[in-house]
C-alpha cells in the first residue's frame, strides 16, 4: 500500500475538467512540495506539475496543481482524449529522505 | 535535452544480482543540482523509488531495499547503474532511470524532471 493516497480511477468526458487527489502525511506532502507525473504506456513518464503548481515548459496550461495541508491535487480542464493516462503525484519524504508516490489514478476519457 | 536511456538483461534468476545501467546523453551527469536515480514499478503499483547518487558519489537508498543494492556513477561513460543482490519474484518490475533536479534558494524543492523509458526485468528461473 502506497504512502500517499490516490483514487484508483477517475473519469470525463471530453472538454469537462478533472480533478484528481492525492493525500499524504505530515512527513511528505505536508512538509514538502507536489510534483505530478504522466504515465503512457510504452513511454518515459513525464513531469507535469512541479512544486505544488509550477508547470514545466510545453506543458499545457489545462493541467493544474495546487497543495494544502497533508492534500494535493491536479486539475485537468478541457480534457482530451490524448489525456486518458496515469497520473502520479510525488513528493520527498523526510522520514525515508527520498521521494514517495501515490499509487496512481488511472484517468478514462469517455 | 538531456536523455536517459536503460539497459540489462530482461530476465533474472532468484537469489542472483540484477545489474542495469543507465546511460546518459544530451548533457553532463557531473552538472551540479541533480540526483541520479532508480525507480522500479510493481504491476499495477505506484513506483518505487530504489535510491540515488550523485556525479560526487554520494548515494542514498531506500530503506527498505539497504543491504542488498548497491548504486555506482561513471562520469567518464556518462553512467550509472544499479546492482539489487539475491533477488526474488518480489524484485520483478518495471525499472526506471530519472533525474531529479534540486531547485530553490533558501527553501529546496525536487522533481524529476527527465525520465527513462523504463526496462521490464523479471526474476523467474
Known amino acids: 500500500q502506497s504512502v500517499v493516497t490516490q483514487p484508483p480511477s477517475a473519469s470525463g468526458t471530453p472538454g469537462q475538467r478533472v480533478t484528481i487527489s492525492c493525500s499524504g502525511h505530515r512527513s511528505n506532502v505536508g512538509s514538502n512540495t507536489v510534483n505530478w507525473y504522466q504515465l503512457l504506456p510504452g513511454t518515459a513518464p513525464q513531469l507535469l506539475i512541479y512544486s505544488n503548481n509550477q508547470r514545466p515548459s510545453g506543458v499545457p496550461d489545462r493541467f493544474s496543481g495546487s497543495k494544502s495541508g497533508t492534500s494535493a491535487s491536479l486539475a485537468i480542464s478541457g480534457l482530451q482524449s490524448e489525456d486518458e493516462a496515469e497520473y502520479y503525484c510525488e513528493a520527498w519524504d523526510d522520514s525515508v529522505n527520498g521521494p514517495v508516490f501515490g499509487g496512481g489514478t488511472k484517468l478514462t476519457v469517455l | 535535452q538531456v536523455r536517459l536511456q536503460e539497459s540489462g538483461p530482461g530476465l533474472v534468476k532468484p537469489s542472483q544480482t540484477l545489474s542495469l545501467t543507465c546511460t546518459v546523453s544530451?548533457?553532463?551527469?557531473?552538472?551540479?543540482?541533480?540526483?541520479w536515480n532508480w525507480i522500479r514499478q510493481h504491476p499495477g503499483k505506484g513506483p518505487e523509488w530504489i535510491g540515488y547518487?550523485?556525479?560526487?558519489?554520494?548515494?542514498w537508498h531506500n530503506p527498505s531495499l539497504k543491504g542488498r543494492l548497491l548504486i555506482s556513477i561513471d562520469t567518464s561513460k556518462s553512467q550509472f547503474s544499479l546492482r539489487l543482490s539475491s533477488v526474488t519474484a518480489a524484485d520483478t518490475a518495471v525499472y526506471y532511470c530519472?533525474?531529479?533536479?534540486?531547485?530553490?534558494?533558501?527553501?529546496?524543492?525536487?522533481?524529476?524532471?527527465?525520465w527513462g523509458r523504463g526496462t521490464t526485468v523479471t526474476v523467474s528461473s
Open positions: 544530451g548533457g553532463s551527469i557531473s552538472s551540479g543540482g541533480y540526483y
Open positions: 547518487i550523485h556525479h560526487n558519489g554520494n548515494t
Open positions: 530519472a533525474r531529479i533536479t534540486e531547485a530553490g534558494t533558501h527553501s529546496y524543492y525536487y522533481y524529476m524532471d527527465v
